[in-house]
C-alpha cells in the first residue's frame, strides 16, 4: 500500500517537484550573478507554452525515440520508489538515456549528432559509479532493493563516504552542470547550439524538459538513500547538495571531454573502489 | 542412446555427401533438410533427456577405442602434411603437433589408459548446448547457402570451393556434438581437435595470403591450448592416483585430486575461447566468410572452451587457481570492451564483444559458486542466439551496401528497414535491459559482489563501454540521412528465414528465460551444488513490463499524429535544398557530413592489446604457480 502511494506521488508529484527545483535553480543562479531572476514558476510557462506549440520535426521517426525517453524514465523512478531493485534501476535509467540518444541521432544534424555522442561520453563517465553505489549500498545492508535500503539504520554515509564522494562527481554530469554540461547546455550560448536537443521543438522539447525534471528528482531520491537513517537530515543533504551544485554550476567554465571521461573514471576507481575494498575487507 | 549416435554421426555421413555434390539445387535442398534434421534432433533430445539428471552410456563395440587412437594419428599427420605451407616464423607450428601427438601415443601405447566405464552421457547442460549447435549451428549453414552463392558472385576471382566449405560446416558440427557428449577425455580430445582442425580449414577458406597467414595463427594458438589438454590426459593418465579418464569423474572428485589436470585443461579452454592472451586469433578468424564467423562465435569453437571451462566450474569453486582464471576472464572482459570502442569495422567489433562476454561466463565459472554457474549458462544461451543473429544480419548487409564499415550504415533504417530492425534487436539483445544479456550481467554482478569484489568491479568499468559502443552503432542504424532511398533488391528467402528465426529467437529467449532456468538450468545447478537460485517473482514481473514497453513502443508508431510539420535539420548556414549540403562562409557550397568518435587519442587498440596481453600471461602464470596452493 505504501509503496502504491509512492509510485503514486512518484508518477504525478515529481514533475512538479522537478519544475519547482528548475525554478528554484534559476533564482538561486541569478542571485549568484546579481540579478533578480524568473519567478519560480517560470519553467512551469516555458514548458506550457512549448506544449501549445506547433510540432515541428527534422523526419517522423525522432519523437518517438523522446516518447520511450519519457517512459522508461517514469518506469525507472516506478521501480525505485516502489522499492524495488537498485541495479533494475540503474539498467532502467541506463535504457532511458539510450532513446534519448537515439532522438538525437535520427535527425543526422551534425549539432544533435555531437550533442548524442557527448551524452554517450557523459553516460560511460558516470555508469561505472551508479553500478558502485548500488553495490556499496548492497555490501553494507545486505539488500539490493530500495524499501531495505531506506529503512536500514545507520547512516549510510559513513559506511561509504568514498562512494557519495565519487556519486556527487558524476550528480553534476548528471544533472547536466557546468563544468560538464557536454551533450546541452542550460546556457544558449555553447559551440553545439543546444547540442542533443537541437533538432527539437515545441511538444517533443517539453517532453524532453519534463522527462529531465522526472530524472532530477530521482536523482535526489538516490542522494535521499545515504542519509535515510534519518529523513529530516536526508532532506536537509538533498537540499544542500542541490544548491552545491548550483554554486558549482556557477563557478566552473565547461572542461573538455577527455577530461570528464578520465576524471570520473579515476574518481570512481580511487573513491568508490577503495572504499568498495575496505568494507569488503572490513565484512571478512 | 541412439538419438546421441544421431547426433554425432548423421552430421559427419551427410557432410560426405556435400563433399561430392556440386553446388546446385538438390544440393541445397540436402542442406536443407539436414539442417531441419539436425535442429529436430537436438529438439528431441532435450525432450526425452532434460530433467532426469546425467544419463550415461557405454559404448560397447569393438575396436572403438583403437579407431580413436588411429583417428588421433591421422588427423595429426593431416596437419603436419597441411605444414608445407607455414612461414619460417610459423616453425612452432609442426613442433607443437609432434609433441602433442607424441605425448597422446605415449598414454595409449603405454597401456596405462584407465578402463572407461561410460563413454557418452548426457545432462542438462550438454542438452542445452546440443540445442544451440542443432539450431543455431543449422541455422547458419542454412543461411550459408544463399549466403556463398552471393559471396562467389561477388568475389569472382575465388575459386568456388563449396564443396569442401560444406562438407567441414557440417563435420564441425558433428565434432561439437562430440564435445558436449563425450565423458572419455581421450575422446573428448579428439573432438576438440577436430574442432581446431576445421576452424583451420574455414578460416583459409578464401586463400587469400591473409587468410592463410590467419588461419595458421588460428592453429598455432589453438594447438598450443590443445598442448595444455594433451598435458592434463597425461598427468590424469601416468601420475594421478584417482587413475580416471572419465570427466563425470573428475568433476566428482573435486579439487583437491583433480586441480592440475583441470587446471591445464582450463587453460586449452582459454585458448579456445579466445581470452586474451589468445584473443587474436578470433580477430583474425574474420577474414572468412560470414556464416564461418557466425558459427564460431556463436555456436561452436569457443562454445567449446566456454563448455568445457563450465563444465569445470565446480572444481574450480574456492580455490587460488579458480580465482586467477576468473581474472583473466574479468581483465579480458574490461579490456576488450574498451578496445571494441575503437573500432568502425562491424565484424571487428563483434568479435571484440564476443571475447569480451566469453570473459565474462570465464570469471563466472572460475569463481564457480551455484549463482554464478547460473549466470554462466544463461549467458552462453544469450549470446549464441544474439550474436548469431548480428553475424547474419552484418553479412546480409556487407552483400547489400558492400561495406561492412558501421560509417557505411547510415541511415539502415530508410534504406534497408528489414535488415535495420534485425541488427537493432540483436545490438538491444546484447546490452540492455531487458534482454538476456543484461539479465545474465545482472546475476553476474550479483553473484561477484558476494564473492569476489574485483570481479565486480571490472564488470562495472566494462559494462561503460559496452553501452558506448553498441549505442553509437545502433545511433548510426536510426539515423535519417537527407535523400537516403529504399534500396534496390531484396534479401534471400533463406537468410530471411534464418534472420527471422534468430530475431524471433533473441525476444523469445528474454521472454522465455524464467521457463528456461526453471525447467533446464536450476535442476542442473541443483545437481551440483543442492541448492540453486531462485529468482524473485517481483524482478520477473518487472523485466516482464520492460520486455512488453520495448516490444509494444514501437506500435505506438503507428497510431503517431502525422499532422507534424517537417522542417530541414540546422546547419548553422543556408541550406542548399533537402540534401545535407549548405551555403557557408564565402558563399561556398559545403557537405554537412559526420562520424562517430571512436576515442583513438584516448585509447589506441595496439596499446591496450599489448597491455591485455602482457597482464592476462602474469595471470596465467600465477594460475599455475596457484594450483599447489
Known amino acids: 500500500m505504501k509503496a502504491a502511494l509512492c509510485v503514486a506521488a512518484w508518477v504525478v508529484l515529481a514533475p512538479f517537484v522537478g519544475g519547482l527545483l528548475a525554478g528554484l535553480d534559476r533564482i538561486v543562479t541569478a542571485r549568484m550573478q546579481s540579478r533578480v531572476g524568473p519567478p519560480v514558476l517560470q519553467p512551469f510557462y516555458d514548458v506550457l507554452k512549448l506544449l501549445g506549440k506547433q510540432g515541428v520535426a527534422v523526419n517522423a521517426f525522432q519523437n518517438f525515440y523522446i516518447v520511450c525517453f519519457l517512459v522508461f524514465v517514469i518506469m525507472t523512478g516506478v521501480l525505485f520508489f516502489s522499492g524495488g531493485d537498485l541495479l533494475l534501476t540503474m539498467f532502467a535509467l541506463a535504457v532511458a538515456g539510450v532513446f534519448f540518444v537515439l532522438g538525437a541521432y535520427s535527425p543526422n544534424s551534425p549539432y544533435s549528432n555531437i550533442g548524442a555522442e557527448r551524452e554517450l561520453l557523459q553516460m560511460m563517465s558516470y555508469e561505472p559509479v551508479l553500478i558502485i553505489a548500488a553495490m556499496g549500498m548492497y555490501m553494507v545492508t545486505k539488500s539490493w532493493h530500495v524499501h531495505d535500503i531506506v529503512v536500514f539504520q545507520k547512516p549510510l554515509v559513513m559506511y561509504l563516504p568514498g562512494v557519495f564522494v565519487a556519486f556527487l562527481f558524476i550528480l553534476t554530469i548528471k544533472l547536466r552542470k557546468s563544468p560538464f554540461d557536454l551533450s546541452t547546455s542550460h546556457h544558449g550560448h555553447q559551440e553545439l547550439v543546444k547540442g542533443i536537443t537541437t533538432e527539437f521543438a515545441g511538444p517533443s522539447l517539453a517532453i524532453i524538459e519534463i522527462a529531465h525534471w522526472y530524472e532530477n528528482v530521482l536523482l535526489m531520491g538516490f542522494v535521499y538513500l545515504f542519509f535515510a537513517f534519518n529523513w529530516i537530515a536526508a532532506i536537509a543533504a538533498v537540499v544542500i547538495t542541490y544548491l552545491l551544485e548550483v554554486f558549482i554550476d556557477n563557478t566552473y567554465a565547461r572542461l573538455t571531454w577527455h577530461f570528464t571521461v578520465k576524471s570520473s573514471w579515476i574518481v570512481a576507481a580511487v573513491f568508490g573502489v577503495v572504499n568498495l575494498l575496505i568494507i569488503s575487507f572490513m565484512g571478512k | 542412446m541412439n538419438i546421441i549416435l544421431f547426433l554425432l554421426l548423421f552430421p559427419a555421413a551427410v557432410s560426405l555427401l556435400f563433399a561430392v555434390l556440386p553446388p546446385n539445387g538438390f544440393r541445397n535442398a540436402v542442406v536443407r533438410i539436414s539442417c531441419l534434421l539436425i535442429a529436430a534432433g537436438s529438439v528431441y533430445a532435450a525432450v526425452v533427456f532434460n530433467g532426469h539428471g546425467a544419463t550415461f552410456f557405454k559404448a560397447e563395440y569393438p575396436h572403438l577405442e583403437q579407431m580413436f587412437f588411429f583417428g588421433e594419428m591421422a588427423l595429426s599427420l593431416f596437419l603436419l602434411y597441411k605444414c608445407i605451407g607455414i612461414k619460417r616464423h610459423e616453425w612452432y607450428i609442426p613442433v607443437l603437433i609432434i609433441i602433442q601427438a607424441g605425448i597422446m601415443a605415449y598414454c595409449e601405447l603405454s597401456g596405462a589408459v584407465p578402463e572407461v566405464g561410460h563413454a557418452f552421457y548426457i545432462d542438462n547442460f550438454s542438452i542445452i548446448m546440443a540445442l544451440i549447435i542443432g539450431i543455431i549451428g543449422s541455422l547458419i549453414c542454412f543461411y550459408a547457402i544463399s549466403y556463398m552463392r552471393d559471396y562467389h558472385h561477388h568475389h569472382p576471382e575465388m575459386k568456388n570451393r563449396q564443396r569442401s566449405f560444406f562438407f567441414i560446416l557440417f563435420f564441425f558440427l558433428s565434432a561439437m556434438f562430440g564435445v558436449v557428449f563425450s565423458n572419455n577425455l581421450i575422446w573428448l580430445y579428439f573432438f576438440w581437435e577436430i574442432t581446431t582442425l576445421s576452424s583451420f580449414i574455414l578460416i583459409g577458406y578464401p586463400k587469400t595470403e591473409e587468410a592463410i597467414r590467419n588461419a595458421y595463427k588460428a592453429l598455432g594458438l589453438n594447438l598450443l591450448g590443445g598442448l595444455g589438454f594433451a598435458c592434463g590426459i597425461l598427468y590424469l593418465v601416468k601420475f594421478c592416483p584417482a587413475h580416471t579418464i572419465e570427466l563425470s569423474q573428475v568433476i566428482a572428485l573435486g579439487p583437491t585430486v583433480m586441480l592440475i589436470p583441470v587446471i591445464l585443461i582450463c587453460f586449452a579452454g582459454l585458448a579456445k575461447s579466445a581470452q586474451m592472451p589468445f584473443s587474436s586469433w578470433l580477430l583474425g578468424a574474420m577474414v572468412a566468410p560470414t556464416p564461418v564467423s557466425a558459427l564460431l562465435h556463436s555456436s561452436t569453437m569457443v562454445k567449446a572452451g566456454i563448455f568445457i571451462i563450465i563444465k569445470f566450474a565446480p572444481v574450480l569453486h574456492n580455490t587460488w587457481a579458480g580465482y586467477f582464471l576468473a581474472l583473466v576472464g574479468g581483465v579480458t572482459f574490461l579490456m576488450t570492451s574498451i578496445i571494441a570502442v575503437t573500432q568502425s569495422n562491424a565484424k571487428r567489433v563483434l568479435a571484440y564483444s564476443t571475447i569480451a562476454n566469453l570473459g565474462l561466463i570465464v570469471a563466472c565459472a572460475g569463481v564457480g559458486t551455484y549463482e554464478t554457474l547460473w549466470a554462466a549458462v544463461l549467458l552462453t544461451v544469450f549470446h549464441a542466439v544474439s550474436k548469431g543473429l548480428l553475424f547474419l544480419g552484418v553479412g546480409s548487409i556487407e552483400h547489400k551496401i558492400g561495406s561492412r564499415d558501421i560509417e557505411d550504415m547510415n541511415g539502415l533504417i530508410v534504406n534497408r528497414p528489414g535488415l535495420a530492425m534485425v541488427m537493432l534487436i540483436g545490438i538491444?539483445?546484447?546490452?540492455?535491459?531487458?534482454?538476456?544479456?543484461?539479465?545474465?550481467?545482472?546475476?553476474?554482478?550479483?553473484?561477484?559482489?558476494?564473492?569476489?569484489?574485483?570481479?565486480?568491479?571490472?564488470?562495472?568499468?566494462?559494462?561503460?563501454?559496452?553501452?558506448?559502443?553498441?549505442?553509437?552503432?545502433?545511433?548510426?542504424?536510426?539515423?535519417?540521412?537527407?535523400?537516403?532511398?529504399k534500396g534496390e533488391g531484396a534479401v534471400s528467402k533463406d537468410e530471411w528465414t534464418a534472420l527471422g528465426l534468430l530475431a524471433a529467437g533473441t525476444i523469445a529467449t528474454a521472454a522465455l528465460f524464467p521457463l528456461l532456468s526453471r525447467v533446464s538450468v536450476e535442476p542442473y545447478i541443483f545437481s551440483l551444488y543442492q541448492q540453486t537460485v531462485e529468482l524473485t517473482q517481483g524482478n520477473i514481473i518487472i523485466m516482464a513490463i520492460l520486455l512488453g514497453l520495448m516490444v509494444l513502443l514501437p506500435l505506438s508508431f503507428l497510431a503517431y499524429p502525422k499532422k507534424s510539420q517537417y522542417a530541414q535539420r540546422y546547419l548553422a548556414g543556408a541550406n542548399v535544398g533537402d540534401t545535407g549540403s549548405f551555403t557557408g562562409a564565402m558563399g561556398i557550397t559545403r557537405e554537412a557530413t559526420m562520424r562517430n568518435y571512436y576515442l583513438g587519442e584516448l585509447f589506441s587498440e595496439k596499446k591496450l592489446f599489448v597491455i591485455s596481453v602482457a597482464v592476462t600471461i602474469a595471470i596465467i602464470a600465477t594460475m599455475f604457480l596457484a594450483v599447489k596452493l
Not at chain 2, 546490452?431 to 568491479?457: D, R, T, Y
Not at chain 2, 562495472?460 to 545511433?475: C, V
Open chain 2, 428 to 485: 538491444l539483445g546484447m546490452f540492455l535491459a531487458p534482454f538476456g544479456m543484461l539479465i545474465s550481467k545482472w546475476a553476474c554482478l550479483e553473484a561477484f559482489v558476494n564473492s569476489n569484489i574485483v570481479l565486480a568491479v571490472l564488470l562495472a568499468f566494462g559494462s561503460a563501454p559496452t553501452l558506448f559502443f553498441w549505442t553509437k552503432w545502433m545511433g548510426k542504424i536510426v539515423s535519417v540521412p537527407a535523400g537516403v532511398q
